[in-house]
């Protein structure tokens, strides 16, 4: 039974009174990035699909300078998230920070010291007012952006390593190390309910943009599809050769992206399971993707210090940035599709002016 918290501080408008449970971190097993033998592509739940030609790399445009590089995390830079108004990026770190940003001017406006372990991935609520961290100390915490008032929502078991809010900003899901999906009320702070059938590691959790449709990526190269509403996975994807490590709904829900540990990100059709295509080009593992607010655009993030960009409905490789001097971990459009940020394991975060992407002949 969940037990629970008062916020401990006085805010007449609270957005939500959020609760603490509690749970011990476990080591991650060495060998943690070790390819896995490769699952027959399709689908489970529906016929099988021949997979698609894989898009091939086009000659892109040459790489871009960014316009401006944060600083201040002092090890890698594991996930970053715009504000709903674009004025704000917040960002977590292995250093255990989560920091928040001004964008136009680069400057820290908060930082965030309360985990114990590497912050592996950040979310802003709907509205703007809450920040969501999930840590490899097994907890969640919930920030007022405004203030920086915390506080810890504990039930898993090992490292949370995905968090991501509803649309309606109603559950904030998570996914962890212990197998499990979590799904939060945040004005409440009750757990709704876990989803429970994966058989390792739950890597990425993304919400389709009506809300009804969770999307999660597994260490075992699977992808499950639950409804919120609880129940066993209405279908699962199958096609990655390694870790699926993210997961995203297309702006208007009729495309799921993923990246995976076999160096590839693919495209499907949610409402099917089919595999629309598998865009190759990285020579690494992908460890993020993010679409563009128009949906025209995919940006993936990789081990091999870039970050490429590719066109979703031909699947043409439109733009490869290649800066970063480390690992590339991290990747989000802000809401007006304009910037791009990327986070690295070279400890800085760079944002990327990407307007001219929807003019036409990119």
């Avoid at 401990?8 to 449970?21: H, P, R």
């Avoid at 840590?135 to 506080?151: E, M, N, P, Q």
């Avoid at 590691?201 to 260490?219: D, I, Q, T, Y």
Wanted: net charge negative; aromatic share 6%.
């Amino acid at each position: 039974m969940v037990k629970q918290l008062q916020w401990g501080f006085d805010v007449a408008t609270a957005v939500c009174g959020c609760f603490a449970l509690a749970a011990m971190l476990l080591a991650v097993p060495a060998g943690a990035v070790e390819r896995k033998e490769a699952p027959t592509p399709g689908v489970s739940g529906s016929p099988t699909h021949s997979p698609p030609p894989a898009a091939q790399p086009a000659p892109a445009p040459s790489n871009l300078a960014p316009t401006r590089i944060l600083t201040g995390h002092t090890d890698t830079v594991a996930s970053v998230a715009f504000s709903p108004d674009g004025s704000q990026l917040v960002s977590g770190s292995f250093d255990d920070t989560v920091l928040l940003w001004d964008v136009a001017s680069g400057s820290v406006l908060n930082r965030m010291t309360q985990h114990s372990g590497p912050a592996r991935s950040v979310a802003f609520s709907p509205d703007g007012q809450l920040v969501a961290s999930g840590s490899y100390d097994h907890s969640i915490k919930l920030w007022l952006a405004a203030t920086g008032a915390v506080r810890t929502l504990n039930g898993h078991s090992n490292t949370v390593e995905s968090v991501a809010f509803s649309p309606d900003g109603k559950l904030l899901a998570s996914g962890s190390f212990d197998k499990a999906i979590k799904l939060w009320d945040v004005a409440s702070g009750n757990l709704v309910r876990a989803l429970l059938g994966h058989t390792d590691w739950v890597e990425s959790v993304a919400f389709s943009p009506n809300g009804k449709l969770l999307a999660s990526g597994c260490k075992d190269g699977t992808i499950s599809l639950w409804n919120v509403s609880g129940g066993p996975p209405s279908r699962t994807l199958r096609g990655h050769t390694s870790y699926v490590v993210s997961v995203a709904f297309s702006p208007d829900g009729t495309v799921l992206g993923s990246g995976a540990q076999d160096d590839t990100a693919r495209l499907w059709n949610p409402a099917t399971g089919e595999l629309l295509r598998t865009l190759i080009g990285h020579t690494h593992d992908v460890n993020q993707i993010a679409f563009s607010p128009d949906g025209k655009v995919v940006a993936s993030a990789s081990d091999d210090h870039t970050i490429k960009l590719w066109d979703v409905a031909s699947g043409q490789l439109q733009r490869t940035l290649a800066v970063h001097s480390d690992l590339v971990y991290s990747v989000a459009f802000s809401p007006d599709g304009k910037t791009l940020a990327s986070g690295s394991s070279d400890k800085t975060i760079r944002l990327w002016d990407v307007s001219d992407l929807a003019q036409p002949g990119h």
